[in-house]
């Protein structure tokens, strides 16, 4: 992924509400005036963020009514109130809370996935199915895309490397029948959840819809899903408005919301068709599906943050067994270069480091632009520290001027990089040290063990 895209999909439209509210920054009370010039620029970052024309300026009208006509709440900074109503509007507009799946009450839930050629539908089934798995469901995907072998294969390759079972049928040209004997095989198989790949087009076109009604009939579904490709902008809105219109669905999957788009479908595709978004790709890998939370995404908006997902994505991510142990030799003040490696193995896996601060409070916009996140550095520090014997990594005492030069020739580095980086480690001991003298880690130990 490019250093553009790791930006994130609301990285620009966050840079501009920030500049609005700081035009209210100092302002001991809110004037029309004042209002009135800071909504501008909500309305214009949300314009440029491709939020659809008639969502902005409604959505700049409850947010300028709610602004003038209620008291600062105690405590509040002006600034703070009018980001305060925006945060709720946002929420609202974004579906106000998480919606489930439908998964429904018969032996197996059936569930169709529709959307364009090229909008992520065929990836975005495997990474459904992981997710199901992963909740203890047992999914089976049904290649339902009669046009193209390549889904087909792309398919089965994927149910292959997540040990999900696909049905598929080469020679037949009637994809509803198709989906029908895939919902006997998973009956047979004891799965309780049919996932159909369906056929895609370059655009919306009768043959596909009047596919798509036909399966529908035949297998009668408990959950459509519409793919839609968030770096398409209002052209994804536009496509669900024809989907919703002549075939109908329950909710929206939006797939490359860590590219470099704008973000606008996600804040207009619930007001102009009626369907929420339900959830997200938000990565390439199999593991980066993530269900949408409105509150959690306007915080990221606002710069605000989400921790939980970041928790959740961690939980997802990292070897608990090993963080468990990382923590207990925190606690013991046995933390060596070794650890420092695999922590920072831990937290590489998380996905790339921006996306990862991004989530915490206060490194949204133009604060994450001045952290000046560079990977590289994460990259050198383990060329380092791979350049190291065990022992020197265990116990980085012995590591003298000599072996200094050493590593620094096996890592591609210099000398006051290596010792840069065993300062960096002996600063992180000694707080570390600082923190278990007041208790901390053994509190981290412990709420390691409660979450298991």
């Not at 090993?322 to 695999?342: H, I, K, P």
């Not at 996905?351 to 206060?362: E, R, S, T």
């Not at 000046?372 to 014997?389: F, G, P």
């Amino acid at each position: 992924m490019s250093a553009r895209a790791e930006v994130g999909v609301f990285q620009e439209l966050q840079k501009r509400l920030d500049l609005a509210f700081r035009k209210l920054a100092g302002q001991e009370r809110l004037t029309e005036e004042s209002v009135k010039e800071a909504l501008r620029e909500v309305r214009v970052a949300l314009l440029e963020a491709d939020v659809d024309f008639a969502v902005a300026r409604d959505f700049v009208g409850r947010v300028r009514e709610q602004t003038l006509g209620q008291p600062v709440a105690a405590g509040l900074t002006p600034a703070q109130h009018v980001v305060k109503i925006v945060h709720d509007e946002l929420v609202t507009l974004l579906g106000g809370q998480a919606r489930e799946l439908n998964l429904g009450e018969r032996p197996v839930a059936t569930l169709m996935v529709m959307g364009l050629q090229g909008s992520g539908k065929t990836t975005f089934c495997g990474k459904l199915a992981k997710l199901l798995v992963a909740e203890g469901r047992r999914p089976l995907l049904v290649a339902a895309d009669i046009y193209r072998p390549a889904a087909i294969d792309q398919l089965h390759t994927l149910g292959e490397a997540l040990g999900v079972p696909v049905h598929s049928d080469r020679e037949s040209r009637n994809a509803a029948q198709i989906v029908k004997l895939g919902l006997r095989r998973a009956r047979d198989k004891g799965c309780d959840v049919l996932i159909v790949d369906t056929a895609g087009r370059l655009h919306v076109d009768d043959t596909l819809m009047q596919e798509l009604v036909t399966i529908d009939r035949v297998v009668p579904m408990h959950e459509k899903l519409l793919v839609l490709d968030a770096m398409t902008g209002q052209e994804a809105v536009r496509i669900a408005q024809e989907f919703a219109g002549r075939v109908g669905f329950d909710g929206v999957v939006l797939t490359k919301l860590d590219g470099d788009a704008r973000g606008g479908a996600a804040l207009s595709v619930l007001q102009v068709t009626g369907r929420p978004v339900k959830l997200v790709g938000v990565g390439e890998k199999l593991e980066d599906l993530e269900v949408f939370h409105p509150d959690r995404m306007a915080g990221r908006i606002l710069g605000m943050g989400d921790v939980l997902s970041l928790i959740e994505k961690a939980e997802r991510s990292m070897d608990l067994d090993e963080a468990e142990d990382l923590a207990q030799r925190f606690t013991d003040g046995q933390f060596t270069l070794e650890d420092f490696q695999r922590q920072i193995r831990q937290m590489r896996r998380l996905g790339p480091l921006q996306g990862v601060l991004k989530m915490l409070p206060g490194l949204g916009g133009a604060a994450l632009d001045k952290a000046n996140v560079d990977e590289s550095q994460l990259s050198r520090v383990e060329a380092i520290m791979n350049s190291m014997t065990r022992q020197e990594r265990r116990h980085p005492d012995v590591i003298n001027g000599s072996r200094r030069k050493r590593i620094a020739r096996g890592s591609g580095t210099n000398v006051s990089q290596v010792n840069r980086l065993l300062k960096q480690y002996r600063d992180m001991r000694r707080m570390m040290k600082e923190i278990n003298a007041a208790g901390g880690l053994q509190e981290f130990s412990r709420r390691v063990l409660d979450r298991r």
